[in-house]
């Protein structure tokens, strides 16, 4: 009976397309000093200033439902991946936070509200490590040159105060530097509950800078305690993923506190038999698109089992 009272309050997605990505979780420091990217109201087509991003034409970030399947052990998994060149640094790192990643996302189940596998490439202030089991709690660093590493971020709700908690799963950090292409892959077997996720991130050509991030459970396992459990990446929730791809920049608000160059991005979904399901073939920036500063190409090409999409970014002359 105690269950049909807190379970009440339990914000339980039920959504089969429930890719569900806030605009910002909780991953600023918390002593970031610096100024969120200008918006559409306050940023001028001719300013260099903010991020942008890729994604799936009427996906979550553009508040609809385009997602791909993830499959089961049955059928094979879908799995993602992809390329990107490590852009220059800026001339000015005071007060930024960048990310700059490829992810794959979910929607939640139970007491979760943020479910995205996101390895990154980071500078400035910028989340870098976890605890680690049990509690994985997110810590901060600051970087003055670029590196990168695999990464899990979720978050939960709280029942006691109904605010959320974040929460990190962190690979090895790695230095790079402009011009080397970085690798990310997602990739699905069958582990001891059902699918298993394993995140990496590397540098193409050198197999001692790869970090990596094994997700057995949703939520790192910390579901399996929840009034309403989930345990299972099977679960309906899980069963489908969005994709993104973006410059996630703060404190970049003038052309010297952006990249010194652009990237350039391959993104690669393979899925595990033809006509597992159809292809999203338009492809937006979904986010940043006000700007002309930096700006981008899209460009989506497939075949019967391979998508790929290429996406450019650029700062215009």
Not at 10 to 22: F, G, K, M, R, W
Request: charged share 15%.
């Amino acid at each position: 009976m105690a269950c049909l009272v807190v379970c009440a309050f339990l914000p339980i997605a039920t959504a089969y397309h429930d890719c569900v990505q806030p605009a910002r979780g909780r991953r600023l420091p918390p002593s970031f000093g610096g100024v969120p990217n200008p918006g559409p109201s306050s940023a001028n087509d001719d300013q260099c200033a903010g991020g942008l991003c890729v994604g799936m034409h009427n996906g979550p970030h553009e508040g609809g439902a385009s997602s791909y399947k993830v499959g089961t052990s049955k059928t094979g998994y879908t799995s993602v991946s992809s390329k990107m060149t490590v852009p220059v640094e800026p001339e000015n790192i005071d007060g930024i936070t960048y990310y700059i990643w490829t992810d794959v996302f979910f929607g939640d189940m139970s007491l979760g509200k943020m479910n995205q596998f996101v390895p990154q490439l980071i500078l400035g202030s910028a989340l870098d490590s976890s605890s680690g089991p049990p509690a994985y709690k997110p810590a901060w660093g600051t970087h003055k040159t670029w590196q990168f590493g695999a990464h899990y971020f979720f978050e939960t709700n709280n029942l006691k105060n109904n605010e959320s908690t974040a929460y990190a799963a962190y690979g090895k950090l790695y230095n790079t530097t402009a011009g080397e292409v970085l690798f990310t892959s997602f990739t699905a077997d069958d582990g001891p509950h059902g699918p298993r996720w394993t995140l990496e991130m590397g540098v193409v050509g050198d197999a001692s800078r790869v970090s990596k991030v094994v997700a057995d459970q949703p939520y790192m396992g910390l579901g399996k305690d929840w009034p309403v459990p989930t345990t299972s990446w099977s679960e309906l929730n899980y069963t489908n993923m969005c994709i993104n791809a973006c410059w996630e920049l703060y404190g970049a608000n003038d052309r010297a506190h952006l990249p010194g160059s652009g990237s350039q991005y391959d993104i690669q979904i393979v899925q595990p038999n033809v006509g597992t399901f159809p292809w999203v073939t338009k492809w937006d920036e979904d986010e940043g698109s006000q700007k002309r500063c930096p700006a981008s190409t899209i460009r989506e090409s497939h075949n019967d089992t391979v998508q790929h999409v290429n996406w450019d970014i650029f700062f215009p002359k």
